[in-house]
């Protein structure tokens, strides 16, 4: 009996569930600003499709292509993007609203050190960093997850075992 693979969208939710409950423990015990830890949550993404990617063709006996290998991984990340986009929203709005504020000021003090602008000038973009925070947030997040899970499912694809035998058109 073959066994059906777990959707694309259960993945991205467990995966999902994974990073939100790591940004969460990171933002509580400190270190929400640290920016190794940070990147971990990139190497949770990663792993996360890259297993996606694995378990698919597993599943189907290496009945696949590179293709709707590739395909599987890549609908894991747009569930994912979608997720995190939302957890994003809600986490800047309700959960952590200090954040935004946290990095207007860390914004502030760049902009101090550059002796080019003006008092006038950085007040001007700090109220438009304050007004603009959550829909740029949003953007670096959407954007962020859908180039880096685009790799991870190319290197899910390519790694995942495929039957030497297989031939999609003959199977049709």
């Given at each position: 009996?073959?066994?059906?693979p777990i959707s694309p ?58 293709g709707n290998t590739f ?76 180039i880096i899970g685009t ?22």
């Amino acid at each position: 009996m073959e066994t059906k693979p777990i959707s694309p969208a259960v993945k991205g939710l467990l995966i999902s569930l994974l990073l939100i409950v790591f940004g969460l423990i990171t933002y509580f015990i400190g270190f929400g600003q640290d920016k190794s830890l940070q990147l971990l949550q990139y190497v949770i993404l990663g792993g996360g499709i890259i297993w996606s990617c694995i378990e698919y063709a597993k599943k189907l006996n290496g009945n696949v292509t590179f293709g709707n290998t590739f395909a599987h991984g890549f609908k894991v990340t747009a569930a994912i993007t979608g997720i995190m986009a939302l957890y994003t929203f809600i986490a800047l709005k309700f959960i952590m609203p200090e954040m935004s504020d946290l990095a207007v000021e860390q914004a502030r003090k760049s902009m101090m050190e550059n002796k080019q602008l003006t008092a006038e000038q950085v007040e001007q973009a700090i109220t438009m960093t304050k007004k603009f925070f959550v829909p740029f947030a949003l953007a670096g997040v959407i954007v962020a997850f859908l180039i880096i899970g685009t790799i991870f499912s190319l290197i899910g694809a390519a790694v995942a075992k495929k039957s030497a035998n297989y031939n999609p058109i003959q199977n049709q």
